[in-house]
């Protein structure tokens, strides 16, 4: 894993790896974005169907006062429009990531192709003669677009790691007995699914050959 990692580096550009760099915060800051959309819908919909809720929490109550919100209507429309403007920075948010995402991969796989084209062309007349240019064409272009695809698959299991850590937290923070059940149960599926994808992908590798 460090090798891939070494490799992966090596071909980055020095422009390209201070863009990587940023992209790092990006993504924990969506791991926080997606963690308080999660710990705030439990609280707006238990204080929206339960308003006695409120009184068994002082700093709720009195923030609520603080504000004037009192009446049940007053706190429902409130826990409301609280959801909905969460919920539209979350996918605001997760879009402009995965924008700024995209566009560092494909700069990314454009950067390589104009560095290797240019290598090429640098080369002396003995350097083509020796090669076929169907090769130095795929590896001008074929090769970047293989690179981009590992590194966008490789940004989206890191981001949806993170994220996939931080939610099993609030959940266990906030729930931790129906989380602990969830768990388990997705946790033995998934389970269940690669064993049977196992056995059968080896049973078809056998029977092809």
């Known amino acids: 894993m460090r090798e891939i990692f070494r490799k992966i580096i090596d071909v980055l550009s020095p422009r390209q790896r201070r863009k990587a760099l940023l992209l790092i915060p990006a993504i924990v800051l969506a791991t926080v974005v997606e963690s308080a959309t999660v710990g705030v819908v439990i609280p707006v919909i238990g204080a929206t169907a339960d308003p006695d809720w409120i009184q068994e929490h002082e700093l709720v109550r009195s923030a609520l006062s603080r504000i004037g919100v009192h009446s049940s209507a007053h706190i429902a429309a409130l826990g409301m429009a609280l959801l909905l403007a969460v919920y539209v ?121």
Do not use: K
């Not at 605001?92 to 290598?119: K, P, W």
């Not at 002396?124 to 698959?153: C, D, K, Y």
């Not at 940004?155 to 266990?172: H, P, R």
């Not at 906030?174 to 992908?201: C, W």
């Open 89 to 209: 920075f979350r996918a605001v948010y997760i879009g402009s990531l995965a924008y700024l995402e995209s566009r560092f991969a494909f700069t990314t796989q454009a950067d390589i192709s104009r560095r290797l084209y240019g290598g090429y062309l640098r080369q002396p007349w003995t350097f083509h003669l020796q090669r076929n240019s169907a090769e130095l064409i795929r590896n001008a272009t074929v090769e970047p677009q293989m690179f981009t695809a590992f590194l966008t698959g490789g940004l989206q299991v890191v981001s949806e790691t993170m994220i996939c850590f931080a939610l099993t937290t609030v959940l266990l923070v906030i729930e931790p007995i129906g989380a602990l059940i969830a768990l388990v149960t997705m946790g033995s599926a998934a389970l269940l699914f690669q064993l049977v994808t196992r056995t059968r992908v080896a049973r078809v590798r056998r029977s092809s050959t």
